[in-house]
């Protein structure tokens, strides 16, 4: 896998290529295929005794996907200990607005559209093939193929209703194997649920030599809510907050109830995962409780609101023997126009193997419509730079154009408010405009606010309005240069 870099799950893996990787290296091909349904554990146990050393792998892989060595089968294993040393995913500089919002950008560049806060409560079939989608608005949308990136669990007996037909093939209105399907995917054993601390603290309180990932790990001999993992993004993005300040995000288990909490003992039970969590770091930094100048907790109903993971299980299933790589949802499902992809699928959680899912969906659609897929070349262009650390706000679009670059720093100081005031008084997209120039997807911002303005008349009053709605007024601050950047936008030819 090192040699051969791959975008395909083992499901969508041409045959052709299997073979030569096979004849290549015949009997480590067959002996990592015998490790699909072994565990990491019979593995281990060839080579070491000593049950320290079982904690240790039980970290690893409970980290990666909780589960232990005993659960976790042994080829996902050794893909993730392999992936510790020499794999692993790079930072988007500037935050991670940058990722979604560069990948916004090609879409829009190339006549696609992204559509937010668009809830779909129906994938639509006609003679039973899925054709389009219901939204909670009552909108419809359709389309020739479709790639769902959700749970396996909202998919069947939500988004496809029970009475549908099943496969092309005819299956009638509630067939055995659908209800068989539907059993399937109720019956996936999910990971823990999550809860996510965000703070800003003082810088002092962060040792120089701090790693930007650190696994904490509370207890040795078991999974607890002691094991959090701390990501310190300022630590290398100094754009990411004050001088003085460092930005530290924590995730971890939870094994409390949060399903139907009143108000009063959500919020309660909220304040003590807090106050737990920031305990977690104080042991790791000490002084930490002190110098917090932000903080905010994300639940499981928090998870779920935002994500619709269900429960609040970022990971989805769990990747453990009976449930991993060819028993989990597939990248083609029993209808030719749906395909999948994301961490319900073959590959499972993490980032380079949800990524890899969604290249493979991809694929899967161009072989359908004859087109070529895509695959790694090793005279390909690489369109990623990799930049120094720490990166700082005056490196933040510091090759660009000075009008764009102007542009730029002035959106990226909209704080994309989920509700924002400067959105109440008139319908303009201001958040979607801030969101797409701060990127540098001006193409898009620009067709915003075009639309916008093409069927109405344009008054520097609204956005002068806008301005005295930013949230930034509050904090005793110049509000988001609305009426600047729109000026910009509107001058592009």
């Not at 395909?339 to 290249?359: N, R």
């Not at 070349?377 to 090759?399: A, C, E, F, Q, W």
């Amino acid at each position: 896998m090192v040699e051969n870099p791959a975008y395909s799950t083992p499901d969508e893996t041409d045959p052709k290529i299997a073979l030569k990787g096979l004849l290549k290296h015949p009997l480590s091909y067959l002996k990592f295929l015998s490790f699909l349904n072994r565990s990491a554990d019979s593995i281990l146990r060839r080579y070491f005794t000593d049950p320290e050393i079982f904690k240790f792998y039980d970290k690893l892989t409970s980290t990666y996907c909780y589960t232990t060595v005993k659960e976790s089968p042994a080829v996902l294993a050794s893909v993730m200990f392999v992936d510790n040393h020499i794999g692993g995913s790079y930072y988007p500089a500037g935050s991670t607005l940058f990722l979604p919002g560069k990948l916004e950008k090609v879409i829009e560049a190339h006549g696609g559209e992204m559509l937010l806060e668009k809830e779909v409560v129906k994938i639509l079939f006609d003679d039973g093939h899925p054709v389009g989608v219901l939204m909670k608005s009552g909108e419809k949308r359709f389309a020739k193929n479709l790639i769902y990136s959700g749970t396996v669990w909202n998919l069947y007996g939500g988004l496809i209703d029970e009475s549908l037909p099943g496969a092309r093939t005819a299956c009638p209105p509630r067939s055995p194997l659908k209800s068989k399907r539907i059993k399937w995917a109720r019956e996936q054993t999910p990971t823990y649920p999550s809860v996510v601390l965000y703070t800003t603290v003082d810088k002092r309180v962060i040792p120089e030599d701090t790693a930007p990932v650190e696994m904490l790990v509370g207890n040795p001999d078991t999974l607890d809510e002691s094991e959090v993992t701390a990501y310190i993004f300022s630590i290398d993005d100094r754009t990411l907050c004050a001088e003085d300040e460092q930005t530290v995000i924590a995730i971890g288990p939870t094994f409390e109830k949060w399903e139907e909490l009143a108000d009063e003992a959500y919020g309660t039970r909220k304040e003590r995962e807090r106050a737990r969590l920031i305990g977690v770091l104080e042991h790791r930094f000490p002084g930490f409780a002190k110098a917090v100048r932000f903080s905010e907790v994300a639940t499981p109903r928090t998870i779920e609101r935002y994500t619709m993971k269900n429960g609040g299980v970022v990971a989805g299933p769990k990747q453990s023997l009976g449930q991993h790589m060819f028993r989990r949802l597939h990248t083609r499902t029993e209808w030719d126009t749906l395909f999948c992809c994301g961490e319900s699928t073959v590959m499972g959680t993490g980032t380079p193997t949800v990524t890899t899912s969604g290249i493979s969906a991809a694929n899967a659609i161009l072989k359908t419509l004859n087109l070529e897929p895509f695959v790694y070349r090793k005279s390909m262009k690489n369109y990623v730079r990799i930049v120094g650390h720490p990166y700082t706000r005056d490196h933040l679009y510091s090759d660009w154009p000075e009008e764009e670059k102007n542009a730029a720093l002035a959106a990226n100081r909209c704080q994309l408010c989920e509700r924002p005031g400067c959105m109440v008084a008139f319908a303009l997209d201001i958040r979607g405009i801030m969101r797409r120039v701060a990127v540098g997807n001006v193409a898009g911002a620009k067709r915003v606010v075009d639309r916008y303005y093409a069927h109405r008349r344009f008054e520097e009053g609204d956005l002068l309005e806008a301005e005295k709605r930013c949230v930034r007024n509050d904090w005793h601050e110049p509000p988001v240069a609305i009426r600047a950047v729109v000026a910009y936008l509107r001058g592009l030819r």
